[in-house]
C-alpha cells in the first residue's frame, strides 16, 4: 500500500475509533470518568434502570468544557459534569440550555443556577489523599506547610490548577488556609513555587490510580476518593483535612445546549437528584445535594465533624470571577 493510502487508512480507522461509541450511546455525558466519584456505579446504574447507555468519559472540567465549545456548531455531548466554577463558565459561554431536574426545587438555592443552567448533584471536602505504605516510614502530612519539607520530595501531585476544576480548589483552598482571599492569592503562588521545588507531580486527569500503586504517595483530593481507596483497595489509606483548613466544592451537571439525545439526557439528569440516585453518591461517600442524610453505616467510615468543622463553604462565583488571573499567575510564575 502506497504511504499516502496507509496513512489515510490509518486514519479513517482512528476517527471510526473515536466516533463509534457516540453512535453506539444513549446519552454522551462529558467529564464522566470510572475512577472519579463512582461514576463507574452510576452509569452501570443509570444502564439498569433506564435501559441508557452512558459511555465512561476520561476527561477534566475544562477539557469538557473545550469541547462542547468546540462542538457547538454540531453537538456530540448532551450531559456536561464539572466543578460549579467551570459550570458558570459553561453557562456565559452560552454551552449550555436550561433545564430543571426533577428534585431542583430541593437543592439550596446556592447550589444551583436560579434558571437551571447547572445544578449541583454532590459535593466533596478538599484535603489529601495518602498512600501510607508509599511514604517509606515518613508521617502522614497534617497541614499544608508539611507538604514543602523534604522529607516529601517527589510524593506530592495535585491536578492542573488552570485546568482541572480540583486543582483549582486546591488553589483556593491553600490560599484560604494561608491568608489570602479572593482577590490576593500570593500565599498559593508562593506555595506552588515551594512543591514545585519539592519535585512536585502535576497531571491532568484524576491520578486515583496512581495514589492506589503508590506511584504518588500525597495527592491533593477529594475525601470521596480517598475513603473509596481506604475501604475498597487493598493498601493502607488516609484522608487528611489539613490542619489550617480546607473548603468545600459542588460538582454541577448542566444539559449540553442543542443536545442531540436530550430527552433521554433530561431523564439521566433526573434520576442523578432522585432517592435513589443521590442514595448510589452516598455509597460513594459523596455528600448528596438534596438533604439526604448519610446511612450511618457511611457516616462512620467519614472523619469525625470536629475534623470537618475546619472545611468551609465558600462564594464560588467571586472564585469564578478570580480563576482567569490566578491562572495567569500559575502559568507565569509556576509553571
Known sequence: MKPFRLVFALSALALAAVSQPARAADVICYNCPPEWADWASMIKAVKTDLSIEMPHDNKNSGQALAQILAEKANPVGDIGYFGVTFGMKAKAQDALEPYKPAGWDQVDAGLKDSEGYWTTIHSGTLGFFVNKDALAGKPVPKCWKDLAKPD??????????????????????????????????????????????????????????????????????????????????????????????????????????????KDKAKKVMDYLLSDKGQAIWTNAYLRPARKIELPEAVKAKFLPDSEYARAKSVDWGKMELAQKGFSDRYLAEVR
Do not use: W
Open 152 to 261: 516529601y520530595k517527589g510524593m506530592v501531585g495535585y491536578l492542573d490548577p488552570t485546568s482541572a476544576a480540583v486543582g483549582y480548589v486546591g488553589a483556593v483552598a491553600v490560599n484560604l488556609a494561608l491568608g489570602g482571599t479572593d482577590q490576593n492569592f500570593d500565599p498559593a503562588i508562593a506555595f506552588f513555587k515551594e512543591l514545585k521545588k519539592n519535585d512536585a507531580i502535576v497531571p491532568k486527569q484524576t491520578s486515583y490510580a496512581r495514589v492506589v500503586s503508590g506511584e504518588m504517595p500525597i495527592l491533593l483530593d477529594y475525601d470521596f476518593n480517598a475513603y473509596r481507596a481506604k475501604y475498597s483497595e487493598k493498601g493502607s489509606f488516609e484522608f487528611v483535612i489539613p490542619c489550617e483548613g480546607s473548603v468545600v466544592f459542588p460538582y454541577v451537571v448542566g444539559l449540553v445546549k442543542n443536545a442531540p439525545h
